[in-house]
């Protein structure tokens, strides 16, 4: 029952802080900018879980040549997925963003199914259709877009290769450890061009990187330890994420931001095909 009520935590918390990251991309952050400010600013937050491990005796680090490999994998996939998101936010609203990244699941189910880890059966068919056809019912004019499409291709692939990454690093580390070393490299790596005064003019992007860490790291750890659990039942953050992200939604008084009812009808779909594909 506690990972049951981890899944929705994790889920909630991702919601709110896609609308955060949408905000962001409404202000005018740059990918690059992006991506360097959410590496910095993990590393506080992942520091204080760091502590929290080692107080608690759950910290793990095992200096293997394997977990130095995966490392420099996550750092790459990192790096790619999240130059994305801004490209894929300057388009979508969020929830036609999250019903997207949520096709993921069903690619990762075929690899397994290729490589013999799972097999195919008629629900998982039936998932695979329901998906699809809610992927399509929600896709409108943007998905023209060739930056779009090239966006979120390599998102969907870094994201699902992120997962099976991160899923096999944490035979090695633990959690805390493992986001505070990734983040950590990217920052030290990345961090020649920015200095004192660039982040004093860009202040007000930090402060709501800062708001979108507190929700977005929450989210991280919480479905990286479910994943190191259970890669069934963390499969299960996306489909809860994008149930909140569309209940926020209809909150919104702007009808652009808000889903029409076939796209609500598709985004019920892609949630039932993905819960199927785990049955």
């Known amino acids: 029952m506690l990972l049951i009520y981890i899944v929705v935590l994790a889920g909630t918390f991702g919601a709110i802080g896609q609308y955060l990251d949408k905000h962001l991309v409404n202000i005018g952050i740059s990918r690059k900018d992006y991506f360097y400010y959410m590496c910095f600013t993990m ?40 130059h994305t ?10 929830y036609e963003d999250s019903a997207y990244l949520i096709s993921g699941i069903i ?24 998906t699809v056809a809610g992927v399509f019912m929600i896709a409108d004019s943007k998905i023209k877009i060739k930056n779009l499409q090239k966006d979120l291709i390599v998102r969907i692939i870094t994201s699902l290769l992120m997962s099976y990454t991160t899923h096999f690093i944490l035979q090695y580390w ?15 790596i990345f961090s020649k061009r920015y200095n004192f005064q660039y982040h004093k003019e860009h202040k007000n992007i930090i402060k709501w ?31 809860t994420s994008i149930i909140v992200v569309v209940i926020i939604s209809l909150f919104y008084k702007d009808k652009k931001k808000k889903p029409s009812i076939k796209q609500i009808l598709g985004i019920v779909l892609v949630i039932l095909g993905i819960c199927l594909i785990n049955k």
Do not use: H, W
């Open 174 to 188: 633990s959690n805390a450890v493992f986001i505070l070393t990734l983040n950590l490299m990217l920052t030290i």
């Open 209 to 239: 990187v800062l708001l979108q860490q507190l929700f977005g790291f929450a989210s991280l750890y919480l479905s990286n330890y479910l994943s190191s659990n259970s890669v069934t039942l963390s499969s299960y953050v996306r489909p």
């Open 85 to 94: 998101i801004v490209g894929c936010l300057k388009y979508l609203n969020p």
């Open 107 to 130: 690619v990762a189910f075929i690899i397994d199914v290729i490589l013999g880890i799972e097999n195919l059966r008629i629900i998982s068919i039936l998932s695979i259709l329901l």
């Open 43 to 82: 590393i506080p937050f992942s520091l204080i879980m760091v502590i929290v491990e080692l107080y608690t005796g759950q910290l793990k680090f095992e200096l293997r040549f394997i977990s130095i490999i995966l490392l420099i994998a996550a750092m790459f996939l990192r790096y790619k997925k999240q």
